[in-house]
């Protein structure tokens, strides 16, 4: 899986254990909640094993990127629609990095954690939709 940095990795791995990993949503949400370190420290206390409630986590004083980040773990989750195609494709919205973040968690969100096969000569994440999951 591409992680935006040995910080989310170690985030990520460490919030994982003991959840239900096989939980689409639930490991979009903490995938995307740890890429960003303070919109992790606002999100920590609400988390409750296998339930995130995006609606109580609410950003104070936090930078564009958490923004987005927590935007987008309620649109791929809840069903809100905070950011538009028109955001995801302007460059001056969204970095390159952050797409690609924001593309894992979207395959992680349809496909599961085995969504994420490998990484690319090219430092871009492999996408690989498994049938049946």
């Not at 940095?5 to 903490?30: I, P, R, V, W």
């Not at 302007?90 to 349809?110: G, H, K, S, W, Y």
Request: proline residues 2%; aromatic residues 6%; charged residues 25%.
């Amino acid at each position: 899986m591409n992680f935006r940095n040995e910080k989310h990795k170690t985030l990520f791995q460490s919030a994982a254990k003991g959840m239900n990993t096989s939980d689409k949503a639930l490991m979009c949400q903490l995938y995307l909640l740890t890429a960003d370190r303070k919109l992790w420290q606002i999100s920590k206390p609400w988390i409750d094993k296998n339930r995130i409630p995006l609606q109580h986590i609410h950003l104070r004083a936090s930078g564009e990127e958490s923004y987005i980040l927590l935007c987008c773990a309620k649109d791929l989750t809840l069903g809100t629609k905070h950011l538009s195609i028109d955001d995801l494709a302007d460059t001056t919205v969204i970095t390159p990095q952050m797409f690609e973040i924001l593309c894992n968690a979207i395959a992680i969100r349809r496909f599961g954690l085995d969504a994420i096969q490998y990484q690319g000569k090219s430092g871009m994440t492999a996408v690989r939709a498994g049938r049946g999951k």
